[in-house]
């Protein structure tokens, strides 16, 4: 299994993009880039510990590998505005890619060269893994959890619509429809 670290604005709505491809086999709703001490919802929501709200994806390469993971990443967020995403603004909600191996690093350069050359101008950090913080018990599969949350009906439902049209190859079984 390989791991890494994707801030694309909130977790709730980035871990239910992920939780749907095939190969990927756990997604960790949780926080990177401060201290310990700040790595919980209250202290992050400030914008103030240098946190970003990530997601941390455990996949199967063999399943799928990184260019398509990191394909999903690109399509399925806004990685053109500054710490933010929609209604959501903050440090806390930059793009971010957090990779755990050379192979990634090179994986994401590439791709954001590419995006570059089509005239996107991408802003999200590339940066090596820093120590990760589960976020909290509550937050994980929070739409799973939650489908009526006002938030949640308004920010993924969009986001599932582009993945099932782009992307219908690289969905589990259970998530076709």
């Known amino acids: 299994m390989k791991t890494i670290l994707l801030g694309g ?3 709730w709505c980035t871990e239910s993009v992920f939780d749907s491809l095939k190969g990927v086999s756990s997604v960790i709703s949780g926080y990177a880039g401060g201290a310990s001490d700040t790595a919980n919802y209250h202290a992050v929501c400030t914008g103030e510990t240098g946190h970003v709200e990530v997601i941390e994806v455990s996949y199967d390469e063999s399943i799928v590998g990184i260019d398509e993971i990191l394909s999903v990443f690109f399509a399925t967020h806004d990685p053109t505005t500054l710490n933010r995403q929609g209604n959501d603004i903050g440090t806390q909600y930059a793009s971010a890619i957090f990779y755990t191996e050379d192979e990634q690093a090179k ?3 590439a791709m954001i060269e590419s995006l570059r050359s089509e005239g996107v101008d991408v802003v999200t950090r590339l940066e090596p ?3 990760f913080y589960a976020a909290e018990d509550y937050h994980q599969n929070y739409y799973a ?3 009526t949350q006002a938030y949640c009906n308004f920010a993924i439902p969009p986001k ?5 049209a782009n992307f219908a190859h690289l969905l589990k079984d259970d998530q076709d429809t």
């Open 160 to 164: 599932l619509a582009k993945l099932r």
């Open 9 to 11: 604005g909130c977790f």
């Open 129 to 131: 893994a820093p120590t």
């Open 107 to 109: 994986a994401a350069e």
């Open 145 to 147: 959890n939650n489908p």
